[in-house]
């Protein structure tokens, strides 16, 4: 029966903070995608694009036309911010379905761990996205414009709609972080188990099925963020 | 009943009740927007949109049962 954790196990201590092997993975695919952005723009100045800048602009422009549709005028402000996030979170479900990424042991736990599937990872960009939400909303509205939405007085009915509105959205934190986390975990639990009780051919399917998991959580975390984004900055 | 035992029926439990309303949710989303669709076909590209995101929170309702059931059985 393999040994699945929902923890990810640490590996070393750098100055006796333990660095956990999904930790160790997400050092990983960020060299990669900064390694990408670096030959994308060194190539991108020539006047000949090859076939890697015009991929990456081909997938920019999807992305970007994606976002439109939900930000309509202030898409060109945040793109940089969801691109960022779906394309990062993207590459990090990707990379755990890669060969190796939870088979090599080293004393009886991965090497590598998908980082998506860590409950850290996931929490924190949760976070990250419920700062982004609320920061921008009081920029837009001022501070008290933007807690008029939740401190309405001026009803009793609009004075329990303003707390269920705060509770949802910190319960927007917990929704975010356990929905990726979620798939992304019983993803790799699935393919462990299905590999340990036929090892021939069957996972095929099922890695298929976590390609296309993968792509639609990123597109949801990052189309979602949007759509509350957007939620927070209009008036009314 | 021991608690090993309890803890199986547990497991299977979450995640067997946990399924059903997100299952039927999202049988009802994909449906209406079919229809949606069918009514008005150059919409499509703005319901497609929709639908993908309403069937995930949906699921992720299913998530969550997962998520639980994970937790009673490897924690």
Redesign the interface.
């Known amino acids: 029966m393999p040994e699945i954790s929902i923890k990810a196990e640490p590996l070393f201590k750098i100055a006796g903070f333990p660095v956990t092997n999904s930790l160790f993975t997400s050092f990983i695919v960020f060299l990669l995608f900064l390694l990408l952005g670096i030959i994308y723009s060194k190539q991108a100045k020539v006047k000949k694009k090859s076939k890697l800048v015009l991929f990456v602009n081909f997938l920019l422009k999807t992305i970007y036309q994606l976002f439109e549709s939900i930000l309509k005028e202030k898409t060109v402000i945040f793109f940089p911010v969801f691109g960022a996030f779906f394309l990062y979170i993207l590459l990090n479900n990707w990379f755990g379905l890669l060969p190796g990424i939870g088979s090599l042991l080293i004393n009886r736990s991965p090497i590598f761990r998908g980082n998506n599937a860590d409950l850290n990872a996931t929490i924190s960009l949760a976070i990250i996205a419920f700062i982004l939400i609320q920061a921008n909303g009081i920029r837009y509205l001022g501070g008290k414009g933007y807690l008029k939405k939740f401190f309405n007085i001026s009803n009793p009915i609009n004075f329990f709609v303003g707390i269920l509105e705060t509770i949802s959205e910190f319960s927007k934190i917990i929704s975010f972080s356990f929905r990726l986390f979620g798939n992304i975990f019983a993803g790799e639990v699935l393919i462990t188990i299905i590999a340990f009780l036929i090892p021939v051919l069957v996972t095929f399917p099922f890695l298929i099925l976590e390609v296309f998991v993968g792509l639609i959580q990123a597109l949801v975390f990052s189309m979602l963020s949007a759509v509350f984004l957007n939620v927070a900055i209009s008036h009314h | 009943m021991s608690s090993e035992a309890a803890k199986f029926l547990a497991t299977a439990l979450a995640i067997g009740l946990g399924a059903l309303g997100p299952g039927i949710g999202i049988g009802i989303i994909g449906g209406k927007a079919a229809e949606a669709i069918g009514r008005n076909p150059e919409a499509q590209?703005?319901v497609q949109?929709n639908m993908?995101?309403a069937i995930?929170f949906a699921?992720?309702v299913a998530?969550?049962a997962?998520?639980v059931s994970?937790?009673i059985k490897?924690?």
Request: overall charge negative; glycine content about 6%.
């Open positions: 590209g703005a949109t993908i995101l995930a699921e992720a998530i969550y997962l998520v994970l937790i490897f924690v």
